[in-house]
Nanobody
C-alpha cells in the first residue's frame, strides 16, 4: 500500500533552518509528481513546493529563495530544505503524491518561534 512518512519537523528560532524528509513506499516513486503542502492552525492547506519526475520544481511565492525542494528517486525520498525560517512558516507540513489517486502523509509539525 502507498505510504508517505514525513520527518524532520521541530521547533526552530526565526532565521534558522530545518530539512524535512518524506519517505515513500508502495508505488513507483520516480514517475510521480510529489509536493509539500502546509496547513497553519485554522487555515487552509496550501502548496509550498512541488517537484516533477523530471526534477523540475515550483514554489509558492512566500517561500521562493528560502526553501528548496528535491527528490532522490534511488532512495524513494523527497526533501524540503527550509532556510531563513519565519514565524509565519509555522504549520503542519504534509507530503503529497499526485496521480489518478492522490495520497497524503500524516504531517510533521514545524514551529518557528523565539
Amino acid at each position: 500500500q502507498v505510504q508517505l512518512v514525513e520527518s524532520g519537523g521541530g521547533l526552530v528560532q526565526p532565521g534558522g533552518s530545518l530539512r524535512l524528509s518524506c519517505a515513500a513506499s508502495g508505488f513507483t516513486f520516480s514517475v510521480y509528481y510529489m509536493a509539500w503542502y502546509r496547513q497553519a492552525h485554522g487555515k487552509e492547506r496550501q502548496l509550498v513546493a512541488g517537484v516533477a519526475s523530471s526534477g523540475s520544481s515550483n514554489y509558492a511565492e512566500s517561500v521562493k529563495g528560502r526553501f528548496t525542494i528535491s527528490r532522490d528517486n534511488a532512495k524513494n525520498t523527497m526533501y524540503l530544505q527550509m532556510n531563513s525560517l519565519k514565524p509565519e512558516d509555522t504549520a503542519v507540513y504534509y507530503c503529497y503524491r499526485g496521480g489518478f489517486v492522490n495520497y497524503w502523509g500524516q504531517g510533521t509539525q514545524v514551529t518557528v518561534s523565539s
